[in-house]
């Protein structure tokens, strides 16, 4: 029983050691805190913030497709010419006017959906 005993306090006396050889070095980005029992407690670190690339990329493509199934269906020239009815209207109408404007990727998708139709 003494020498799990004395075993145990040495592995707790190694965990607090490198808990101080890291918190001196700033080298850990874990976190430490001990429990009401008295157990110490490691945390990993959080993850920072990270940019979801794929769902930019799968908003862009919903975005396109959507532009290109309704000029397909409006037709280009009617497409523009409502467009276009939003430019002289309110800020938010502006920029909702800017974003619909007909583009080269949207002008594609709406000849590949006329194509197949």
Do not use: C
Not at 14 to 22: G, M, N, S, V
Not at 40 to 62: H, Q
Not at 70 to 95: I, N, W
Request: avoid cysteine; charge should be positive.
């Amino acid at each position: 029983m003494t020498d799990s005993y004395n075993e145990f306090h040495a592995r707790v006396a190694r965990i607090y050691a490198l808990k101080d050889e890291a918190s001196k070095d700033g080298s850990s980005p874990a976190s430490y805190g001990t429990t009401r029992d008295g157990h110490l407690v490691i945390r990993g670190a959080r993850p920072g913030f990270r940019i979801p690339w794929t769902g930019i990329l799968m908003v862009l493509v919903a975005v396109f497709m959507l532009k290109g199934a309704v000029m397909a269906r409006l037709g280009p020239d009617f497409y523009k010419a409502q467009v276009g009815r939003l430019m002289p209207s309110t800020v938010l109408e502006q920029v909702g006017a800017w974003t619909m404007r007909p583009d080269p990727i949207s002008s594609w998708v709406a000849r590949q959906i006329k194509s197949l139709s």
